[in-house]
C-alpha cells in the first residue's frame, strides 16, 4: 500500500477539463490532486479543435501565449456537397475578442496547464495512477482508491471530480445513471500531407451521398481526415484492405488521394472513433462531481467536447473554492455541484442539439432529401445575416455573453497579474 494523499479537491483525468479546473483551483490556494493514468502526454489524441470561446478563455488563463507556436488559426470554412461548395463561411467578420477557431494538438495544451499549475504549492498530480474504486462514508463519496505502480493508495478529499473523459470509469463507479445514444456512424482518423491546392486555414467538410469526411488543417502543415463508416464496420472495410480506405478518400477529396497513398500504408496508421453521445440527468451526488465528457459526451462535429470540458472547468472552479472554510463544507459544495450543473447544461443541450442536427443532415441519402440539404446550405451561405446567426451561437456564445453582461467570468488572479474583478454567472 502506497502511502495515503489527502487534499481538499481530487479531480480523476487529467485532461482539458480536470488541468484547467486544478489550474484554477490551485490559484484560489484550494488544495488539489490529480490522478491521472498516463506517465506523459506525448500520446495520441483526436481532439484538437479549440472553438474560439476557449480561444478566448486560455488567453484569459494565461495559456495561450505559451502554445501559440503550436497553434493554427481556422479563418474558413466551406462545406462540399456532390461536387460543389455549398457554404462558405469566414470567421473575419466576426467582432469578437478571438474570432478564429485554433487547432492545437492536445499534448502541448495539456503540458502547458500541468506546467502551470506545478508551480503553485497547492497542487499535485499523480501519474501512472488509475482510479479504481470510490472511497464513501455514508451515501457521501470521500475520495478514490488509485493504483500505483507501486501498490493501491488512498486519496481522500472533500469533493471527487470525474473528469475522465467519454468511457468515463468513475461516472461507472459512481452509480449515476446516464443514457448512451449511438448514432449511426463511426469514424475513422488518420493525418495525411496537406494538398498543394488547399490552403492551412480552411475547415473542410465534404459529402457524397450517404458519405462524408472531415479536413481540419494541423500543424505544421497536414491535415486530420475522419470519415464516416457503418456503426460497428471497421472490420468489414479492413476485410478490404487499405486500399478501400485510398479509393474512399479519392471519392471524398481527390485533391488528398496522393498524400493520403503515401501517408496512410496500412490501418495501423489510422484510429477508429466510436461516436456516440451522452445524457447524464444528474452530474453529481454528495461529495462527487462529473465534468466534461464524463458528464456530457459530445459527437466531433463543430469541434465542441474541448470547448465545453474548458468552460465547465471554469464555471466550477469558483462555485467550488467558495464553498470551502468554515462549518457546513459538505453541504456547500453539494449546493456547488447543483448550481454547476444548473449553469451549464442549458449550454450543452444546445450544443447537442446541434451537433444531432448536422448529423441527420449528413445521414440524408435520398435524392431529395439531399437536394433539401443542399439548399439549406446554400441559403445559409447566401445570408450573412443567417450566417452570422447560426455561427454565434455555434462558437461565440461565451464572449458574446460576456459582452451583453449576462455572464461575469470569475477567473482566478493569476500570480504577478493584477487581480481582475469577477462576478458569478447571472
Not at 78 to 86: L, N, P, S, T, Y
Not at 103 to 124: D, G, H, Y
Not at 353 to 361: C, H, K, M, T
Request: charged letters at 25%; hydrophobic letters at 40%.
Amino acid at each position: 500500500m502506497a502511502a495515503a494523499l489527502s487534499a481538499q479537491v481530487c479531480i480523476v483525468g487529467g485532461g482539458p477539463a480536470g488541468l484547467t479546473l486544478a489550474l484554477e483551483l490551485a490559484r484560489r490556494g484550494i488544495e488539489v490532486v490529480v490522478v491521472e493514468q498516463s506517465a506523459h502526454f506525448d500520446r495520441s489524441f483526436r481532439g484538437e479543435s479549440i472553438s474560439p470561446d476557449s480561444v478566448w478563455l486560455l488567453r484569459e488563463l494565461g495559456i495561450l501565449d505559451k502554445v501559440r507556436a503550436d497553434t493554427l488559426e481556422t479563418r474558413r470554412m466551406e462545406i462540399g456537397d456532390a461536387g460543389r461548395i455549398v457554404l462558405d463561411a469566414d470567421f473575419s467578420g466576426f467582432d469578437q475578442p478571438c474570432r478564429y477557431p485554433m487547432e492545437l494538438p492536445q499534448p502541448p495544451l495539456l503540458n502547458a496547464l500541468a506546467e502551470e499549475a506545478s508551480a503553485l504549492p497547492s497542487f499535485r498530480m499523480v501519474r501512472r495512477a488509475k482510479a479504481v474504486r470510490l472511497l464513501t462514508e455514508g451515501s457521501r463519496v470521500t475520495g478514490v482508491v488509485g493504483q500505483l505502480p507501486e501498490g493501491p493508495t488512498e486519496i481522500r478529499a472533500g469533493l471527487t471530480v470525474a473528469a475522465d473523459g467519454r468511457f468515463s470509469k468513475v461516472r461507472e463507479m459512481s452509480g449515476l445513471p446516464y443514457t448512451k445514444i449511438p448514432l449511426e456512424r463511426d469514424f475513422v482518423w488518420f493525418k495525411a500531407p496537406m494538398p498543394q491546392e488547399w490552403d492551412l486555414h480552411t475547415y473542410r467538410v465534404r459529402i457524397l451521398g450517404s458519405r462524408h469526411g472531415l479536413f481540419i488543417p494541423t500543424v505544421p502543415d497536414m491535415v486530420r481526415i475522419g470519415f464516416n463508416i457503418p456503426k460497428g464496420g471497421l472490420r468489414e472495410l479492413r476485410k478490404e484492405g487499405i486500399g478501400a480506405l485510398h479509393r474512399r478518400i479519392d471519392e471524398l477529396a481527390p485533391e488528398a488521394g496522393p498524400g493520403v497513398r503515401e501517408h496512410v500504408t496500412d490501418w495501423s496508421d489510422t484510429s477508429m472513433l466510436d461516436i456516440f453521445t451522452t445524457v447524464v440527468p444528474d452530474w453529481s451526488r454528495q461529495g462527487l462531481v462529473l465534468i466534461g465528457d464524463a458528464a456530457h459526451t459530445l459527437t466531433p462535429v463543430l469541434g465542441q467536447g474541448v470547448n465545453h470540458a474548458i468552460i465547465d472547468a471554469v464555471t466550477l472552479a469558483p462555485l467550488v473554492a467558495g464553498a470551502f472554510g468554515g462549518s457546513g463544507t459538505d453541504a456547500r459544495l453539494d449546493s456547488a455541484t447543483k448550481e454547476f450543473q444548473r449553469l451549464r447544461e442549458a449550454a450543452v443541450a444546445r450544443a447537442r442539439a446541434l451537433q444531432l442536427r448536422q448529423e441527420r443532415a449528413f445521414a440524408l441519402t435520398s435524392p431529395v432529401a439531399a437536394a433539401v440539404r443542399r439548399t439549406a446550405y446554400r441559403t445559409v451561405s447566401a445570408s450573412p445575416l443567417l450566417r452570422r446567426r447560426i455561427l454565434s451561437g455555434v462558437y461565440y456564445q461565451l464572449q458574446q455573453a460576456v459582452r451583453d453582461g449576462g455572464i461575469r467570468l470569475d477567473l482566478a488572479p493569476r500570480p504577478g497579474s493584477p487581480t481582475r474583478a469577477g462576478g458569478q454567472h447571472s
